[in-house]
């Protein structure tokens, strides 16, 4: 538990809130120490939160033009499908070829292209046992979700192993603000704890991430002050706000706020 790795829960939830939601920094070493260190809950709950960072982009484009619902149903599949295939026979598949942690550059590539190797084939191959039936067509939806709006195969940053590319401060924070507003729309975080549910991760875990989640989001700029919202009120009133907004401008408040807050609520 933390105490052991000299790590304090509350500075470990809000380094893990945050880096969830960005759609970048893939840690290769965590992956590896998560595995390696399974019995460890802040070991295994860090891959957890790494193998999503890799499938969600993935998803995103195999699931362009179908509902959220879809998005969600497939995105939370592949990551079980990932710890499925690894955990097993962990030094077989894993660790005979990275026996020793991957500090360099090439080590790290090289395990990160497994990964999402790995998931890549999952997202293509394995269909949900019960799909999210599609959405009817509307104009609604027609005019809030143009096609390619949440779609990162023209964002091209989401990579790890592409070269970097430049950007205006605008483009990047509307980039950065979308991708939090389709994190939003999956409804990620639910999706990521109930992940760590499955895999007996302790409760103090989940709760403090809760705690912390439901501070921080007091402060969302899309969200009523005057009441609460559930996921699907979320969504529909994202849908309202896309409609009647400069959704470039809303990304771009999006990431703003999102910045402000992870300042606000860095680790002490």
């Not at 293509?124 to 609604?140: C, H, I, M, Q, Y």
């Not at 924070?173 to 729309?185: F, K, N, P, Q």
């Not at 969200?223 to 009647?244: A, C, F, H, N």
Request: proline share 6%; aromatic share 10%.
């Amino acid at each position: 538990m933390p105490e052991e790795t000299g790590t304090s829960l509350d500075q470990f939830i809000r380094e893990l809130f945050f880096d969830l939601q960005t759609i970048d920094g893939v840690k290769p070493l965590e992956i590896w120490s998560g595995f390696r260190e399974a019995e460890d809950q802040l070991e295994k709950t860090s891959l957890i939160k790494n193998l999503y960072k890799i499938a969600l982009p993935l998803v995103n484009e195999h699931c362009t033009g179908q509902p959220f619902g879809a998005h969600a149903q497939k995105l939370r599949g592949t990551v079980a499908g990932v710890l499925e295939h690894f955990s097993p026979d962990r030094v077989q598949r894993l660790f005979q070829r990275f026996p020793d942690p991957p500090t360099g550059s090439d080590e790290q590539k090289d395990l990160y292209a497994m990964v999402k190797e790995e998931s890549a084939n999952i997202v293509a191959r394995d269909e949900p046992k019960d799909p999210v039936p599609a959405e009817p067509a509307s104009g609604l939806d027609s005019e809030v979700f143009p096609d390619g709006l949440f779609d990162f195969r023209e964002l091209r940053i989401v990579d790890n192993e592409l070269p970097f590319i430049i950007f205006t401060d605008k483009e990047y924070r509307v980039i950065r603000g979308l991708a939090l507003v389709y994190g939003w729309l999956i409804d990620l975080e639910s999706l990521f704890l109930g992940t760590l549910l499955d895999n007996d991760i302790d409760e103090s875990i989940i709760e403090e991430f809760q705690q912390l989640s439901q501070r921080v989001h007091r402060e969302n700029p899309l969200l009523d002050e005057e009441r609460k919202m559930g996921s699907q009120e979320l969504v529909d009133y994202i849908r309202v706000k896309l409609r009647y907004q400069d959704y470039l401008d809303l990304f771009e408040k999006v990431y703003r706020w999102f910045e402000q807050a992870r300042e606000k609520f860095a680790p002490h």
